[in-house]
């Protein structure tokens, strides 16, 4: 696969086809791994850097024909192609940003990604459309014994998996959910999610994770701490939880429609209609007019326009894919004029 490809279609995860889908925009399990025989990254030299790369590309290739991986030299991307695959969540931050032999395999459908030399040797991550808990868990449980079948991964029977950073000793695990919750925004209850989540320790992050805003009103809950529960009980902790936020939402949108329809509408009609002609954009802008659309779709306000390709319009928009699709390097300016085009090509009526 040449990376180039991708431009022309999306993943699995953005199609809108999964469990509370309406909120939901993907359920996201990650697994922290090191090679026992190495050091953390942070102690590694240059040429243990590359070893871990050369065992860990192996293995991904390994596993290649039975998952449908690619596998990419992060250190031979030109840095668009690097942001890229954030925008796409195939690659985190600092894997982009790293020093050093660095690398990804990812599949074709883009729900399961293998991350060498991030923060740790290895990070597994698995992503899901909707509300997929247990089949994402199934999943990358499943990839990671199959590499345990291979290495040996640094564990201790006392912390289990011995990870780079404190926080994610023992299971290793970051089990997370992408909500869209423009209901509790607009009307500020989502202040009393945040307090509540954050006594039961669960992290609220942005849509490209840790360090990351909210935008468009997308928030990713997620566990802060991996060591001394199991990975079975971390999912059930979010399994709970995680409906009483979208029901939550839910009784929110109901409320703002029932006491002013007509109000909601309007605001729902000019979000579309701003998108649909717009001559020049921010990727802010876009992206809070397109939390209001998808919004509206999921109340019946809008019924023209299908949610996969507005969760489409959330990442196609964003600054690597415009310049990607335009088959050039673009200023802000120019990208704001560039989305503005693409919005009202995507948006215009299908004859």
């Avoid at 566990?223 to 079975?232: A, H, P, R």
Wanted: charged share 25%; aromatic share 6%.
């Amino acid at each position: 696969m040449k990376l180039d490809e991708l431009i022309q279609s999306s993943g699995e995860w953005l199609r809108g086809e999964g469990p509370e889908a309406d909120i939901v925009i993907s359920t996201r399990i990650r697994l922290a791994r090191n090679l026992s025989q190495f050091p953390f990254l942070t102690r590694a030299d240059e040429g243990a850097r590359i070893e871990i790369e050369r065992i860990l590309s192996g293995q991904i290739s390994r596993l290649a024909a039975r998952k449908s991986l690619n596998y990419f030299d992060v250190t031979s991307l030109q840095r668009l192609d690097r942001q890229f695959l954030v925008e796409r969540q195939l690659i985190s931050r600092e894997l982009s940003e790293g020093q050093g032999p660095r690398g990804v395999g990812f599949s074709t459908a883009e729900n399961v990604s293998l991350m060498v030399n991030e923060e740790d040797h290895l990070r597994i991550q698995v992503l899901r459309s909707g509300l997929a808990l247990e089949s994402c868990w199934q999943e990358i449980n499943q990839i990671d014994d199959l590499l345990e079948e291979q290495v040996c991964f640094a564990f201790n029977e006392q912390l289990g998996y011995l990870t780079a950073c404190p926080t994610n000793c023992g299971t290793g695990i970051r089990v997370s959910v992408m909500l869209h919750l423009p209901a509790l925004v607009q009307t500020k209850e989502i202040q009393k999610v945040f307090q509540a989540l954050h006594k039961i320790g669960l992290a609220v992050r942005g849509l490209y994770g840790e360090g990351s805003q909210a935008m468009g009103d997308f928030y990713q809950i997620s566990n802060q701490t991996t060591l001394g529960k199991s990975e079975e009980q971390l999912i059930k902790n979010l399994k709970d939880v995680i409906p009483n936020i979208i029901g939550y939402e839910r009784r929110v949108r109901t409320a703002l429609v029932k006491e002013n329809r007509q109000g909601l509408h309007d605001q729902v009609s000019r979000a579309y209609g701003i998108l649909k002609s717009a001559q020049t954009i921010t990727s802010e802008e876009t992206m809070q007019h397109l939390s209001s659309l998808r919004m509206g779709i999921n109340l019946g306000l809008i019924e023209d326009l299908p949610i996969p390709t507005v969760n489409e319009l959330f990442i196609f928009t964003q600054p690597a894919h415009l310049q990607k699709l335009r088959h050039t390097s673009l200023d802000s300016g120019e990208r704001n004029v560039a989305r503005a085009s693409y919005l009202r090509e995507k948006l215009a009526p299908q004859n």
